[in-house]
């Protein structure tokens, strides 16, 4: 007898993987941000100035939160996350990074003009059911991989 595919899958993850930041990560990026805001006071470009020391401000605020937990659910209406429920309609493409343990992620191309790109957190998930279920209802893209935006944080330890 067939096994049956399933028609809807669901999992909690992270919003991001939170990598923890050590004494020298927060001082250079401190030294960092202080020599840029240094420069441009003497550039007398007091608005670039304000603005990375705003910068540096909301960066070392995020860089001390913590990742929340997001409920994510793909069945036939469409993704959910948490509360919110995106169609397929808006979901132009999908693919997937499965490299443990480093990258396990579920990408998404959307409609938005901002924010055109979705990744999910995999965790402990098998791939293969949620690309399965994917399949029936946008296409999938074999030649993207991780986001240059993502490996770029997971190098900074952003």
Same mark, same amino acid.
């Given at each position: ?13 992270? =919003?991001?993987?939170? /990598?923890? !930041?050590?004494?020298?990560? *927060?001082? @250079? ?12 006071? *003497?550039?007398?470009?007091? $608005? ?5 020391? $705003? ?8 860089a001390?939160l ?12 469409? @993704?959910? @996350?948490?509360?919110?429920q995106?169609?397929? /309609?808006?979901?132009? +493409? ?9 990258? +396990?992620? $579920? ?6 003009y ?8 995999? =965790?402990? =998930? ?7 279920? @994917? ?6 893209? $074999? =030649? ?6 993502? !490996?770029?944080a997971?190098?900074?330890? *952003?």
């Open positions: 007898m067939p096994e049956e595919t399933k028609t809807e899958i669901s999992w909690s993850a992270p =919003e991001f993987i939170h /990598q923890p !930041k050590s004494p020298l990560w *927060f001082t @250079l990026a401190g030294i960092t941000g202080l020599t840029l805001i240094i420069y441009f006071l *003497f550039q007398r470009d007091y $608005l670039t100035a304000l603005l990375f020391f $705003l910068l540096g401000l909301v960066t070392f605020y995020f001390k913590p990742a929340k937990s997001v409920q994510i659910q793909i069945g036939a209406k469409g @993704l959910k @996350l948490n509360q919110i995106i169609p397929y /309609q808006k979901l132009k +493409k999908f693919w997937i990074v499965y490299e443990p343990p480093i990258v +396990k992620t $579920l990408n998404f191309e959307t409609t938005a901002f924010n055109r790109f979705l990744t999910l957190q995999l =965790e402990n =998930e098998n791939p293969l059911p949620i690309r399965e279920i @994917l399949l029936k209802y946008i296409p999938e893209d $074999l =030649e993207r991989g991780e986001q240059m935006d993502d !490996k770029i997971r190098k900074l330890k *952003f």
